[in-house]
């Protein structure tokens, strides 16, 4: 596990990659590497929130996903829309799918890990399973396929919760850490890819205007 992250080197804004758009919000692809909000400092301000605001100066993110993860963020186009997209993902009205590369063979083709997270207040931003006074943390998984070359597995996740950093505590708990994983994997894993490889896929609800069922998807490039 890294002790010390590297500053923070957005990668260059090559333009927004927008899955969804309409007039009550958007989802737009994240890049690897970039910020979901802006960070603490001047040097953390560019972010995918601000690049979507330069563009779309109503637009207001629902979620974040982590620095290093790639995949699909839905933003509101305005107040109104914000709340109604809050609402659902505070009642798991969305439905979320996320794919990964995790080290080893998983035998298991689906399981569900449910382990109560809790912040690891001494070492900051990382989580820890806590049975005692963890929140409650659930995520399926699938297993897709294994990728001998790699000597790794590739996974559909399924977060039934949404705490922080739950698919890559849950992950490294059950023996199986994701490649490219600064915080939680071991140095020879961390070393086996050059970015987290764990990327949002599926964003799916019922639209807070029309009720109508939107799905939106991105394949990992990975």
């Not at 505070?90 to 035998?107: D, S």
């Not at 659930?138 to 790699?150: A, F, I, K, S």
């Not at 994701?178 to 764990?198: H, S």
Request: glycine fraction near 6%; aromatic fraction near 6%; proline fraction near 10%.
């Amino acid at each position: 596990m890294a002790e010390h992250s590297p500053p923070y080197q957005p990668p260059p804004d090559a333009g927004l990659d927008i899955r969804y758009l309409d007039d009550d919000l958007l989802v737009v692809d994240k890049p690897a590497g970039l910020l979901s909000v802006p960070g603490r400092g001047p040097d953390k301000q560019d972010c995918l929130s601000a690049r979507v605001q330069a563009r779309y100066p109503e637009a207001l993110p629902v979620h974040r996903l982590d620095l290093g993860t790639s995949g699909l963020l839905v933003l509101a186009r305005g107040p109104e829309m914000h709340r109604a997209l809050n609402r659902l993902f505070a009642t798991r009205g969305v439905e979320k799918r996320y794919v990964a590369l995790v080290a080893g063979r998983m035998e298991a083709s689906e399981q569900v890990i449910d382990l109560p997270l809790i912040a690891d207040w001494p070492n900051r931003p990382l989580q820890m399973v806590d049975h005692a006074i963890g929140k409650p943390s659930r995520t399926r998984l699938r297993v897709v396929g294994h990728e001998p070359w790699l000597d790794a597995t590739r996974v559909d996740l399924f977060p039934e919760t949404g705490r922080s950093h739950q698919l890559r505590v849950h992950l490294q708990a059950i023996g199986y850490p994701i490649l490219g994983d600064e915080f939680y994997a071991p140095p020879e894993v961390f070393a086996r890819a050059t970015r987290l490889l764990l990327h949002a896929t599926v964003l799916a609800f019922r639209h807070p205007s029309t009720a109508t069922a939107l799905r939106v998807e991105s394949p990992a490039p990975f």
